[in-house]
């Protein structure tokens, strides 16, 4: 007969979540947070140089919360965001006819240019289909600027998606051409509108904060939910889930016997989120096997 004494371990788990109020969560930035501010940037095309859009970079991608053409930087929707495709001050060179590929599957076409008055027929496409289109006429001082606005973008009027410079027009006997020397184009057709608890790579909304004024545009603030710092995990439950920490937490714990080394291990099953806990070992037990 051979004995074998495993001990097991009756184990009692206290577990203890730091929690604050929702009104100071919501105040207080803790680790763990990601603050993405909206911040005017100036255009890169020099005919726009003075003017701003806003914009706000993502998990290192940026995007261009969703503006009229009536708006202000600060008073752009925050949380309703469109990627950056293109901000350019290239030059460009385009006969009638000829398609320029914008990325995205948006493009531009020359329709055509009248020798007469040297204005310019420009169609907006996006995967081959009509968008929008303008007669731009260059004026005196050889630049002219074509806005594209939509509406009914993610239910927003008005949005300004789009702006052509065009920098000079050549008409001759056998073939005109146009300089394009400005573009600049957010990915419209793929905006979407954020809320509370969505992810954008291993970030989760937490909360949105809208402009105020010139000084400040806006923000959306992110939480990462890997972190081990308790008060920030605590914070993000409490503001987007408006639930207590406590409800979380389920305790679980399986035993299993090791007869070589007499001992028994248990394997950690609880979830929640725990931020420290205690182990009080009473009681041991003697098994015999024959």
Known sequence: MKKYTVVLLTVLIIFVAVAASVASAAENISNGNNICKVIATHYKCDSWSDEQYPLIDLCEEEYVPLFSSEDEIWQSHVNKLAGLILDSNETHTLKPGET???????????????????????????????????????????????????????????????????????????????????IWLIDYASARTLTIGDKIGEFTLKQIIGGVDASDSGSLVFVNISVTDATSVANYILVANETSVYDSLAIDFSVSPSREKELAKFTNKSTGLPTSWYWNFWRAFNIKSK
């Open 100 to 182: 320029l590929d914008l990325g995205n599957g948006y493009a531009l076409e020359v329709r055509e240019i009248d020798i007469d008055s040297e204005d310019v027929l420009l169609e907006f496409t996006k995967d081959g289909q009509h968008v929008s289109d303008q007669n731009v006429l260059v004026d005196a001082d050889g630049n002219s600027t074509w806005t594209v606005t939509l509406d009914n973008v993610q239910g927003e009027n008005d949005v300004v998606v789009m702006k052509i410079n065009v920098k000079q027009v050549f008409v001759g006997t056998e073939t005109s051409v146009i300089w394009i020397d400005g």
